[in-house]
Structures are given as C-alpha cells and as structure tokens.
C-alpha cells in the first residue's frame, strides 16, 4: 500500500488562519490512509512564511519559488514535477477534511482509471455570464461573455470541483504541459473549461465519480445526490471549502436559489 501525498496550498493571497484551521482539522480528522503530508507555500512575504513553518512544525513543506502567480495549478505542477507518478490529493487555501477515515473513504475508489472528486457542480461561467456582477461594469461584462464563449461549455457543464481530488502526478503534468495560467479567469478553465481537468480524463475514458461521507460514490450525472454541494442540506461532504461553508448559511429561500444556480430548475 503505497502512501498518498496530501497537498495543502498556503498561498500568500488568505491569512495565516486558514492554515491555522486546515492543521487543526488535519489532525482532528485522520485520513485512515497512510499518507504524506506537504504545505505548499506559494508567494510568501519572508516574515509570513517563517510564521506558517512555525506552525506546520514536523510536516514536510514545499517552498514554490516561482514569483509569477499562476495560481495554484502551477504550484501543484511543480509538485508533481518533485514527485512523478505519485498520487496526489491536493486542497486549496479554503479547504480542510471534516470527516475521520476522510482518504481511506477515497482511497476505497481508486483504480487505474478512476478520477475522483469530493464535490461537483453542473454550473457554467459561460451561461452564468449573462447575468452581470455587481462589481462589473457593462464592458467587462462583456467581454467576460466573448471569453467564455470560446472556452466553456454552456449549462448544464458536469465537473469535479478542484477544492479537492485525487490525482496521479505525471497525469497531472501531462494534463498542464501546454497550459499557462496568468489570470483568474484562465484558472475557472481548469475546473471548469472546454480542457478542463474533468474533461482531460473524459478523453482518456476515464470513469469519474465524486466521493461522499459514507464512502459511496456517485457519477457526474448523480453527483448532486452525494450530498456534498450546494443540494438540499448538504451534509455529507468530505473536503470543506469556502462555498459549501457559505451555502450552510444561507437562509432555505436562498439554498433553493443558490441549488438551482449549480444543478439547474429541475431539482
């Protein structure tokens, strides 16, 4: 039984209680699995990443040196690149494990040509363009339409949401090797895009399933009935993130509006 690099990103753009959180989870909520544990630090200030080593204290850690942000798909190219043909679950800034046992459940799953998940969504940047941001003005409004025209399938678009997944490194790097990730828009493409990671592995006739609580797992056209995303009371996710802790505050008028954003009417 090989062990699994657990790869946690500790960026420069959330402050130190977001590692703070993930490390207190961690250790609360054991994998199950035996495992390797590595803090990714990506655009560090000199001062902040001594306070984060502090803290990750025995657990190994990956300093990304590279300066330009290509979010955090570069960093976990690189990663992958230290690591070849290693599996790798990897979890953003927001996310951390809130079940014990959390990557054996996973683990449970995974065969040669599996891609497994702990969430998902049916949504599309493309379609959900049409609506203006608050924060947009008509011209970017636009051309975010003409942008995503080109690059996202319209709703309903099935994907693996990338706060946590199961991957093998030199699959990963393969599925990087022509991309180059400059801005946040480009980095919704690897979620979510026409070559999204999702649809790499649909290519390759890749079975892909999301993963729930009771260890059951579900394809992308049941996923909403895993529980774990933005359906109903969502209570049976793996990986916690920023959206899914957002959508258990929501009132019920707005988690039937927010469900209907992710799944479409017909929930």
């Known amino acids: 039984m090989k062990k699994v690099i657990i790869a946690y990103l500790s960026s ?29 630090f990506k655009l560090l200030k000199k001062s902040e990443k001594i306070k984060r080593k502090k803290l990750i204290k025995n657990y190994k850690f990956f300093d990304d040196k590279e300066k330009i942000n290509d979010h955090e798909w570069g960093t976990l190219k690189r990663l ?76 309903p678009n099935p994907h693996i949401r990338t706060t946590g997944f199961l991957i093998n490194s030199n699959e990963f790097i393969e599925f990087m090797k022509s991309k180059r990730i400059k801005s946040k828009l480009q980095s919704f493409l690897i979620e979510s895009g026409n070559n999204s990671l999702t649809n790499f592995f649909k290519r390759k006739k890749y079975d892909i399933f999301i993963v ?33 802790r957002n959508y258990l505050k929501l009132s019920k008028k707005e988690k039937i509006k927010r469900s209907k954003h992710v799944w479409g009417k017909n929930i």
């Open 212 to 244: 729930n609580k009771d260890g059951q797992k579900f394809s992308l056209q049941e996923m909403r009935k895993s529980y774990t995303f933005a359906y109903k009371k969502q209570n049976k996710f793996l990986i916690s993130d920023n959206h899914i």
């Open 80 to 155: 992958c690149e230290l690591n070849k043909n290693k599996k790798i679950f990897w979890m953003n800034d927001h996310s951390y494990p809130v079940s014990k046992n959390w990557l054996k459940k996973i683990m449970k799953h995974d065969k040669k040509k599996n891609f497994l998940g702990t969430s998902g969504s049916f949504s599309s940047h493309f379609s959900n363009s049409f609506f203006r941001h608050k924060n947009d003005n008509y011209l970017t409004a636009l051309l975010k339409i003409l942008f995503f025209l080109f690059s996202v399938p319209s709703f």
């Open 12 to 40: 420069g753009f959330v402050d130190t209680k977001s590692i703070k959180k993930f490390l207190l989870n961690f250790k609360k909520n054991k994998p199950g699995y035996p495992h390797e544990l590595i803090i990714c």
